[in-house]
């Protein structure tokens, strides 16, 4: 299972650069889990415990209130981790985490980690640019939450999930209207009238799977 982790780990984009052996000191360290479909594997709130590191799956990072509304954070494959913060500051988990799709993460306890990254100092510094990255993305977020219109985020979130070919984009994946509205922090008859309306204009196609986009969205809607 180590050798799992070790791959696992080397996946991902700031623990790549360090060197096999001193991964496999942390990998020695860590268990295997599997997650089935729409589990939830942290709830907002609860006891921080181990690092997560995303072996195989997808999962998403949402926020809830009481009265059920959800905003999604962020989605998450293989090559990335989660859970973090609560092993820095000892804080409860800041948000909830659930499996899309059937996951296998490796869980390193706090201490081991803490342990790690005493003797290898420098590592640390692969987890710092992590949650730098991060802050950035969440000052972009919130920035388009505070500074556009409904259509401004929606337009954005797009072109985020799309990936360019020739002259069109492609969101391979199609989310449903209520995920964007859960984005972007709307109703999702908002997202489906907008969507609606780029599709009889032409500038998009929906597809069964797919979210083709033909060409450049109008500026405002």
């Not at 700031?14 to 942390?26: G, K, V």
């Not at 905003?71 to 090559?79: F, M």
């Not at 985020?153 to 199609?174: P, Y």
């Amino acid at each position: 299972m180590s050798n799992e982790t070790l791959q696992g780990l080397k996946k991902v984009p700031y623990f790549s650069e360090i060197a096999d052996a001193a991964l496999a000191e942390l990998a020695s360290c860590a268990a295997i889990k599997t997650y089935p479909k729409n589990s939830v594997i942290i709830r907002e709130g609860d006891e921080g415990g181990a690092l997560f590191i995303i072996l195989s799956g997808k999962v998403q990072a949402y926020l809830s209130s009481a009265n059920g509304r959800m905003v999604i954070l962020s989605t998450q494959g293989s090559g990335s981790f989660f859970g973090e913060l609560s092993l820095l500051d000892n804080e409860p988990r800041s948000a909830s985490i659930t499996a899309l799709e059937p996951t296998i993460c490796s869980l390193i306890p706090r201490a081991a980690l803490k342990a790690w990254l005493k003797d290898h100092p420098d590592c640390a510094f692969s987890i710092i640019r992590s949650l730098t990255q991060r802050i950035r993305s969440l000052t972009e977020n919130v920035r388009g939450l505070a500074l556009s219109d409904v259509y401004g985020r929606l337009v954005k979130v797009l072109f985020d999930m799309a990936v360019e070919n020739e002259k069109e984009w492609i969101i391979q994946e199609k989310p449903t209207h209520q995920d964007l509205a859960n984005i972007i922090g709307c109703s999702r008859e908002m997202v489906s009238r907008i969507m609606k309306d780029l599709e009889r204009g032409g500038y998009l196609s929906v597809l069964r799977k797919s979210v083709v986009i033909h060409r450049k969205l109008p500026p405002s809607w």
